[in-house]
T-cell receptor, first 114, second 113 residues
Framework: ETGVTQTPRHLVMGMTNKKSLKCEQHLGHNAMYWYKQSAKKPLELMFVYNFKEQTENNSVPSRFSPECPNSSHLFLHLHTLQPEDSALYLC?????????????FGPGTRLTVL | SQQGEEDPQALSIQEGENATMNCSYKTSINNLQWYRQNSGRGLVHLILIRSNEREKHSGRLRVTLDTSKKSSSLLITASRAADTASYFCATTGPYNQGGKLIFGQGTELSVKP
């Protein structure tokens, strides 16, 4: 248990659906991240939030829309996804932003887009 | 790109043996981190080693860093079946480059009982 929770753990959705992924951290950290992990590819950083402000958008398509209402919660809103978006989506948090502090990861949401 | 590249991509050993995984990167770094991932789960942080450090230990784990060769190694001694997982190195660039954590593709370690 890393102190970072993600829901749901598994999600199957059609290309026309709208769904949201939720991440919550109980560590008092200031920075939160979304990563995408596809088979046979390195972990890809998607978004970074520091003190609720987005500081990084790694050229992510607009069909992925992040939301960070406070430093403890992070959402990823999904709409009109493509089958190639099927992947494990990981949330992480750290005390400070960037890679200068240890990042603590949630268990991930396994997303399948039909 | 400062992306780390792990070697080997897959490693299979017997319980009790040592496992060594290597990571190479391309540009200067602030730190290098090793993470472990059990199948389909989140990543767990193992060790962070800063650019001015050469070696760190944590239990059965030993990490070395050679900045002149831009490489790091992770040694797991007296391996156990429970060590079966994927191991990733990740590098962070200098402060003036924003400090993104960039992951490699990982080494899949299989420890047979």
């Amino acid at each position: 248990e890393t102190g970072v929770t993600q829901t749901p753990r598994h999600l199957v959705m059609g290309m026309t659906n709208k769904k949201s992924l939720k991440c919550e951290q109980h560590l008092g950290h200031n920075a939160m991240y979304w990563y995408k992990q596809s088979a046979k590819k390195p972990l890809e950083l998607m978004f970074v939030y520091n003190f609720k402000e987005q500081t990084e958008n790694n050229s992510v398509p607009s069909r992925f829309s992040p939301e960070c209402p406070n430093s403890s919660h992070l959402f990823l809103h999904l709409h009109t996804l493509q089958p190639e978006d099927s992947a494990l989506y990981l949330c992480a948090s750290s005390q400070g932003a960037g890679g200068f502090d240890t990042q603590y990861f949630g268990p991930g949401t396994r997303l399948t887009v039909l | 790109s400062q992306q780390g590249e792990e070697d080997p991509q897959a490693l299979s050993i017997q319980e009790g043996e040592n496992a060594t995984m290597n990571c190479s990167y391309k540009t200067s770094i602030n730190n290098l981190q090793w993470y472990r991932q059990n199948s389909g789960r989140g990543l767990v942080h193992l060790i962070l080693i800063r650019s001015n450090e050469r070696e760190k230990h944590s239990g059965r784990l030993r990490v070395t860093l050679d900045t002149s060769k831009k490489s790091s190694s992770l040694l797991i001694t007296a391996s156990r079946a429970a060590d079966t997982a994927s191991y990733f190195c990740a590098t962070t660039g200098p402060y003036n480059q924003g400090g993104k954590l960039i992951f490699g593709q990982g080494t899949e370690l299989s420890v047979k009982p």
